[in-house]
Structures are given as structure tokens and as C-alpha cells.
């Protein structure tokens, strides 16, 4: 089963509005990844984290890599209505090839 | 460039029979890891095929397996399906073994047991 808490489940979001987003992990990983999902399709990365402490930025979206390596979180500014998704965090283990262990995702839903 | 591509796209298959799932993985691309996605247990690894062998298995039983050819394309089967089988099947490609570059993953293969 997974390994990765990842936080909150679901959020409703309006609009112009900041998000935010979390992952932690009983096991340190030497790279975190953020992936965004839509319906019907794979996942589709959005940033990757490769060193303890370090915090990257794509577009409106910031992510950053904990200190302990046991965690990150995703940062999602102004949002807009294509940001609706289901988002997923992943680790990946030092000499563990490419095997990703995923978070249980983040479906953010706009308010009504 | 072409993306991942996984063929069938939908497949709708009865208990006890078997499948099989093909992932062209992008250009060049010479990992192929495949993933189990369903609502309960979330994306779960299964395998992961470099150089036409099987480098890392994640803990699922004997029934699934897989195979790599020369040409990088991967295909995964399941044997003696069950009801719990019904899953979103997904490859991910990535240029080697290193873990420092992107891993792209296909559409998926949505796979329905009756």
C-alpha cells in the first residue's frame, strides 16, 4: 500500500485563490515529484525536486523539498478553472530505479 | 516527439481469463515501469523493464508479469484475472535506470473484469 500521507483529500477552491498542499513519508526519498491527473489521462508531471531544502517554481506553481526529506508540498497561486485536477505527490528511493511511491492525491474542485 | 502510448485504451475482459497490455514507451526511452490505479489502493507499482529485464517489482502476486523487447516496448500480463483486477494500467517511460530524469507516463490502459 502507499507510504505517502498526503493532505487535504479534497478541496473546493474559487477562483483567484492560493492552494495549498502537502506530502509526508515515514521513508526519506532522494527526489519528490508533483503530478497532476485529469480524467481519462496519465498523470503529467509538474515539478520535480532533487535536493533537500529546494524550493522550484513553474508558472503560478511552487513546490518545495523538506529539509528531512520526508516531506514537501505544493503551492498553487491564483488559481483558475483549469487548475481543477487530482494531484498526486511521489517519492523516489536512492538506488531504486525509477519506482515511484505515491501520495493518495489532492482533487481540488471548484466552489459552486 | 510522440508521448507514451498504451494500447488497448479500454478493455473489458470476464474472471479467470488473462491479458495482455502493450506501452510503446517515447523515443529513446529505454525504462518502462508499469502502475496500478484504482480507487481503494491508489497508483501502486508493479514492475520496471531495462534493457529487456525486470529491475524492480513492487508486491503483487505472480499473476502479473512482464516482459520487455528490444525495441524498449513493454508489455504486461495478467493471468486468471479477478473482479479486484479492474484498474487503470499506466507505463511511465524515462531515458535510463538513474532516477534523475523525467518519467512520463501514457494514458493507461483501463482494464474492466466481470
Known amino acids: 500500500g502507499q507510504q505517502l500521507n498526503q493532505s487535504p483529500q479534497s478541496m473546493f477552491i474559487q477562483e483567484g485563490e492560493d492552494v495549498s498542499m502537502n506530502c509526508t513519508s515515514s521513508s526519506i526519498f532522494n527526489t519528490w515529484l508533483w503530478y497532476k491527473q485529469d480524467p481519462g489521462e496519465g498523470p503529467v508531471l509538474l515539478i520535480a525536486l532533487y535536493k533537500a531544502g529546494e524550493l522550484t517554481s513553474n508558472g503560478r506553481l511552487t513546490a518545495q523539498f523538506g529539509i528531512t526529506r520526508k516531506d514537501s508540498f505544493l503551492n498553487i497561486s491564483a488559481s483558475i478553472p483549469s487548475d481543477v485536477g487530482i494531484y498526486f505527490c511521489a517519492g523516489q528511493a536512492k538506488n531504486a530505479g525509477n519506482m515511484l511511491t505515491f501520495g493518495g492525491g489532492t482533487r481540488l474542485m471548484v466552489k459552486p | 516527439k510522440a508521448g507514451v502510448t498504451q494500447t488497448p485504451r479500454y478493455l473489458i475482459k470476464t474472471r479467470g481469463q488473462q491479458v495482455t497490455l502493450s506501452c510503446s514507451p517515447i523515443?529513446?526511452?529505454?525504462?518502462v515501469s508499469w502502475y496500478q490505479q484504482t480507487p481503494g489502493q491508489g497508483l501502486q507499482f508493479l514492475f520496471e523493464?531495462?534493457?529487456?529485464?525486470?529491475?524492480n517489482k513492487g508486491n503483487f502476486p505472480g499473476r502479473f508479469s512482464g516482459r520487455q523487447f528490444s525495441n524498449s516496448r513493454s508489455e504486461m500480463n495478467v493471468s486468471t484475472l479477478e473482479l479486484g483486477d479492474s484498474a487503470l494500467y499506466l507505463c511511465a517511460s524515462s531515458l535510463d535506470l538513474s532516477g534523475d530524469n523525467e518519467q512520463f507516463f501514457g494514458p493507461g490502459t483501463r482494464l474492466t473484469v466481470l
Open positions: 523515443s529513446g526511452h529505454r525504462s
Open positions: 523493464y531495462f534493457s529487456e529485464t525486470q529491475r
